[in-house]
């Protein structure tokens, strides 16, 4: 036994490394990080970069224009190395799979991790995934199979151990999806954030300061996910990049139309000058202006939702319930079992679930 207890621990002991050890993988992650994200952008910018030549292409035909200007390589923002526990399990539920090829199931997922600003390479997120989504099943599996056995009987647990796959496999979905959701939720954010942010850049160039410097102010203040992007902004800028080759990356990483609109309006100034700060102010106003039509829209649609929630949850319950006493009275029987019943009640409950889960889906982030 004592043999089997040192096993166990030289086994844990070469596993877990030792801080200097860590530190070094931290830094092999984040270079090929780096590597990858600046592989999806130069990706992304030539996607860009043909779809405006093949629209200059099909309008040369008609008028002539001026060529694109080709967009250089940009280097990426860099990280502090720290190695907090998290991803110390991350790193140890993960090893068994790395290797793994999932390229069918995870496609594009370089392009999604660095629109989500996930700093882990696309070989450790697969393998983490498979690792939790491996783990989560195994523990499910069991636990159902040990209350099968004993609420059912034994033949039942093979029943827990067949549902350990398709939890598996929602878990493994669910990862595969996480990436997107939080492109989503980081665009919708930004969006909400940057009517308060134009104004702010607009106040910092009437009072003299640079745009650059404007883009400081804006890194540094607390605007949640838009500073975080315009601090990824600055250091591409201090890197070597030009402001406009830094707003068009933005624009990669976050689907807004009014980033789409400053930016616009910021690269046209750079060329062509004028008063910038007044432009700003005028987008900040047209931003602010259409998450208000969002929200009234919201709201007209929230009262049909209203009504429709309270006859569901309200009136149809009691309606029928009504019903079918003063005919289980009438016919001096029951019309309808109490599992019927039961069935029909939650039927009800669901669907007033989905309801509220449809109206939260459509709250404007405003």
Avoid at 5 to 23: F, H, Q, V
Avoid at 77 to 106: H, K, W, Y
Avoid at 149 to 171: C, D, H
Wanted: glycine fraction near 4%; proline fraction near 3%.
């Amino acid at each position: 036994m004592a043999n089997k207890i040192l096993r166990i621990i030289d086994r844990i002991g070469e596993i877990t490394l030792s801080r200097a050890e860590l530190a070094y993988q931290r830094a092999r992650e984040l270079t090929t990080v780096r590597e990858e994200h600046e592989e999806v952008a130069r990706a992304l910018l030539e996607k860009k970069k043909m779809e405006r030549e093949e629209r200059v292409r099909r309008l040369e035909e008609e008028v002539e224009i001026e060529s694109i200007e080709e967009i250089d390589e940009l280097p990426i923002e860099r990280e502090e190395l720290t190695i907090p526990l998290n991803e110390r399990l991350a790193a140890l539920i993960s090893r068994p799979f790395m290797g793994v090829s999932s390229d069918m199931m995870f496609k594009n997922i370089q392009e999604d991790l660095y629109k989500a600003n996930i700093q882990m390479p696309a070989s450790k997120y697969i393998a983490l995934s498979l690792g939790i989504s491996t783990l989560v099943g195994a523990i499910s599996a069991i636990v159902l199979s040990i209350l099968f056995a004993k609420s059912l009987g034994i033949y039942w647990s093979v029943v827990g151990l067949v549902l350990g796959f398709p939890i598996f496999s929602t878990t493994l979905l669910l990862a595969k999806l996480y990436p997107k959701s939080r492109v989503k939720k980081r665009s919708s954010e930004f969006s909400r954030e940057l009517p308060f942010a134009l104004r702010h850049m607009a106040t910092q160039l009437v009072s003299g300061s640079g745009l650059l410097e404007t883009m400081r102010s804006v890194a540094r203040s607390n605007y949640g996910v838009l500073s975080e992007e315009f601090r990824r902004a600055i250091h591409e800028v201090e890197r070597g990049a030009t402001v406009e080759e830094a707003l068009e990356r933005m624009n990669l990483r976050v689907d807004s139309p009014g980033l789409k609109k400053a930016t616009r309006q910021i690269i046209s100034t750079l060329r062509t000058g004028g008063n910038l700060a007044n432009t700003l102010k005028i987008i900040a106003e047209e931003t602010s202006r259409e998450m208000m039509s969002k929200l009234k829209d919201f709201i007209q649609t929230l009262n049909t939702f209203s009504l429709m929630y309270m006859f569901i949850v309200v009136v149809a319950p009691v309606l029928i319930t009504t019903l079918v006493v003063a005919m289980s009275i009438a016919t001096k029987s029951l019309l309808f079992s109490p599992n019927l019943m039961m069935i029909l009640y939650a039927a009800f409950l669901f669907v007033s679930v989905y309801l509220s889960f449809m109206v939260k889906k459509f709250e404007p982030k405003v």
